[in-house]
């Protein structure tokens, strides 16, 4: 059964902290792996990851996938308010791309 | 990111009734997925539908739901006769990248 374990479950920090979040996937023909941010409604696409240890940077975020160790984590450096969202890594796989969640991890930002 | 647009944003029902929930992905968009939140849970994959059919299934999408195409542009999901456990936030997705559209809110009484 394709499964997504994410951690830390919640996570709450200071504006400018810089935060780390985990992510360990199972899925049956993986293809790559997504990180999405969830505010109040739908999730937001941030990355897509297919390759061994490439590291993907979108201003302050940044992800890498361990494709032999089955994991990746997502960066976030000089946190801010706006940053505050469920984050949710989630594999993608199958003959038809389709995503697995997990739980995700709240991540609340304080001023 | 390449918008993907899902009406109405907010629908009730009563229990028994038919509902569709309308999807219009960009044109060029091959991939096709429904997903489903119910409140305070994950999101869980209902169906994937790939050259006008459907691809893959979950457990979740049984005879009650149905999706289509019908004209080329809208992809809609189907719930024939609806029940309480039905109500949650249901996500359209295109594309491998799966941008979600911004969600139907269904409340089924």
């Known amino acids: 059964e394709d499964k997504v374990v994410q951690s830390p479950l919640s996570l709450v920090v200071h504006e400018g902290d810089t935060v780390t979040l985990n992510c360990s996937y199972e899925?049956?023909?993986?293809?790559?792996l997504l990180w999405y941010k969830q505010e109040k409604k739908a999730p937001t696409f941030l990355f897509m990851l297919?390759?061994?240890?490439i590291e993907k940077k979108s201003g302050r975020l940044s992800s890498i996938l361990d494709k032999k160790e089955l994991f990746s984590i997502l960066n976030i450096t000089a946190t801010q308010t706006g940053d505050s969202a469920v984050y949710l890594c989630?594999?993608?796989?199958?003959?038809?791309?389709?995503?697995?969640f997990g739980k995700g991890t709240l991540l609340t930002v304080n001023p | 990111e390449p918008e993907v647009t899902q009406t109405p944003s907010h629908q009730v029902t009563q229990m028994g009734q038919e509902v569709i929930l309308r999807c219009v992905p960009i044109s060029n968009h091959l991939y096709f997925y429904w997903y489903r939140q119910i409140l305070g849970q994950k999101v869980e994959f209902l169906v994937s539908f790939y050259n006008n059919e459907i691809s893959e299934k979950s457990e979740i999408f049984d005879d009650q739901f149905s999706v289509e195409r019908p004209d080329g542009s809208n992809f809609t999901l189907k719930i024939r006769s609806t029940k309480l456990e039905d109500s949650a936030m249901y996500f359209c997705?295109?594309?491998?990248?799966?941008?979600f559209g911004p969600g139907t809110r269904l409340t089924v009484t």
């Open positions: 297919t390759s061994r240890g």
């Open positions: 989630t594999p993608s796989g199958g003959s038809n791309y389709k995503l697995t």
């Open positions: 997705a295109a594309n491998q990248e799966q941008y």
């Open positions: 899925v049956t023909n993986f293809r790559s």
